[in-house]
């Protein structure tokens, strides 16, 4: 069966560097998306991608973040300047239609780690 | 606004033990309802769904019935294994927005032999 791959599944970085968070999702999918889950906490919506362009946001999806789909494949979370609070697991997730109804297929996440 | 709420857990149950875990939603549309398990060390995988109301979903003997009157999606197995120990996460998709979805915070289930 298909799945949703990320790379890496762990990444520890300096506090203030900039880190890339990358994802290949399922080929046929059209929509992709970026949750965060903090220790302990509920997975937490960032953003969604379709087209090309950013669909929707959360309030936590600020300027700091970015993502990016630079090929036909893969599709990145860049986050600028990391500060502690960034660091959580981090779940690319896409769906083949926008999802109403419909299932979103989660990779194994990038454990995140800032020092 | 959509929001999802769960019991706390751990949830601690011996072998063959039958599970309830809770889920109650809050929803400005017509939400579609899924369950999610996260074994250690893994990924969300999806459990079941049901997009309308009293609508069954069941996988692998986990059941759980869409109840639009108590706005309720409550998780089910009848006899439990070890191996179901992980963590089970409910989550809706509102119709109004397609987008995202919204997850509650998650119940972490220990079987013990």
């Known amino acids: 069966e298909p799945e949703v791959t990320q790379t890496p599944s762990h990444q520890v970085t300096q506090m203030g560097q900039e880190v890339i968070l990358r994802c290949v999702p399922i080929s046929n999918h059209l929509y992709f998306y970026w949750y965060r889950q903090i220790l302990g906490q509920k997975v937490e919506f960032l953003v969604s991608f379709y087209n090309n362009e950013i669909s929707e946001k959360s309030e936590i999806f600020d300027d700091q973040f970015s993502v990016e789909r630079p090929d036909g494949s893969n599709f990145t979370l860049k986050i600028r300047s990391t500060k502690l609070e960034d660091s959580a697991m981090y779940f690319c997730a896409s769906s083949p239609h926008s999802t109403g109804n419909q299932p979103q297929h989660f990779g194994d996440g990038t454990r995140l780690s800032i020092l | 606004g959509n929001s999802v709420t769960q019991m706390e857990g751990p949830v601690t149950l011996s072998e063959e033990a039958f599970l309830t875990i809770n889920c109650t939603y809050t929803a400005t549309g017509y939400p579609s309802l899924f369950w999610y398990v996260q074994y250690p060390g893994e990924g969300l995988q999806l459990l079941l769904k049901a997009t309308k109301a009293d609508d069954k979903g069941s996988n692998k003997g986990f059941e759980a019935t869409y109840r639009k009157e108590t706005t309720s999606f409550h998780l089910e197995k009848g006899s439990v294994q070890v191996s179901d120990s992980a963590v089970y996460f409910c989550?809706?998709?509102?119709?109004?927005?397609?987008?995202?979805?919204?997850f509650g915070s998650g119940t972490k289930l220990n079987v013990k032999p």
């Open positions: 989550a809706l998709s509102d119709q109004n927005n397609f987008n995202k979805f919204y």
